[in-house]
């Protein structure tokens, strides 16, 4: 069995101390290949710097998550344009629109995410999209560009079922992280994995971030990281009436076919 995650952020510093080590764990629990989310102008250039040194094993995204939308200027995207040339960088993103946190004001952010889907018209290459709390404004701004854009994925999906549906309608890939495994605030994509069609379903860790709750034996730590892959599959297979394998073999398949693996 293969498991592909399609978006860890192994640039965060609480790797640092143990990187080589979660790329150990990460093969033995069956990952074939890690996708490292480029979220800002230096986390993408470091994103990228992991792809070099890890070949055919890390790939990278390049964009500027809505949080940091206030420091998208021509510097970054020039930068992000030089990212997106190179061939080991899979996707524009992350971008999108976050109005939960509203780190950066909401017309900043609508900007940064303009500014990067027009990257993704001009070079070619698949859009991996962030939205919370945002969905009009979101959809809007995707809307005008969605027939001159390819393949787009809606990471770590957390939405509503009437949320759902828009994205597929727009011939959206789905991911599903750890979230799917909280029993708090994810009952509710229990019955939503099911609505997702086998061909546009893709898993992740979205680490260090959403270490799923029901792990057993719990860790001592908060960290997420990309072995715990395997974890959210199986969570996603039960919530599916599928095997672990089926849903391993079509993540797998369909993040080889998003990324141009």
């Given amino acids: 069995m293969t498991l592909i995650d399609i978006g860890a ?27 490292v989310t480029g979220a800002s102008a230096g986390g993408s250039r470091a994103a990228w710097a992991l792809t070099k ?33 190179d061939d080991r960088v899979k996707a524009v993103g992350e971008t999108g629109l976050d109005y939960h946190r509203n780190y950066s004001p909401a017309a900043a952010q609508i900007d940064a995410f303009e500014r990067q889907l027009a990257l993704a018209v001009d070079c070619g290459k698949p ?39 828009d994205y597929l309608d727009r011939d959206c890939y789905i991911g599903i ?34 270490l799923p709750r029901d792990l057993v034996p719990k860790p001592s730590h908060r960290r997420n990281e990309p072995m715990y892959l395997a974890h959210i599959c199986a969570a996603v297979a039960t919530a599916r009436g599928e095997s672990i394998e089926e849903i391993a073999a079509a993540t797998t398949r369909n993040a080889h076919a998003f990324f141009a693996l």
Wanted: net charge negative; hydrophobic share 40%.
């Fill in 127 to 165: 859009l991996f999209l962030h939205q919370r709390d945002a969905h009009r404004d979101f959809i809007a701004a995707f809307d005008r560009v969605r027939d001159r854009v390819g393949r787009a994925v809606v990471h770590c999906f957390t939405g509503e079922r009437a949320e759902l549906v």
């Fill in 177 to 210: 992280t750890g979230w799917i495994c909280d029993e708090r605030r994810g009952l509710h994509l229990r019955e939503l994995a099911a609505l997702i069609p086998g061909d546009r379903l893709l898993i992740e860790t979205d680490a260090p971030y959403l």
């Fill in 9 to 35: 952020n192994l640039t965060h510093e609480s790797f640092r101390p143990d990187f080589d080590a979660v790329l150990t764990r990460a093969r033995a629990h069956g990952l074939e290949r890690i996708v």
């Fill in 53 to 85: 040194e890890h070949p055919g094993f890390l790939y990278a995204t390049a964009g500027v998550h809505p949080h940091h939308a206030v420091d998208y200027d021509d510097a970054t995207d020039t930068l992000l344009r030089e990212l997106l040339a």
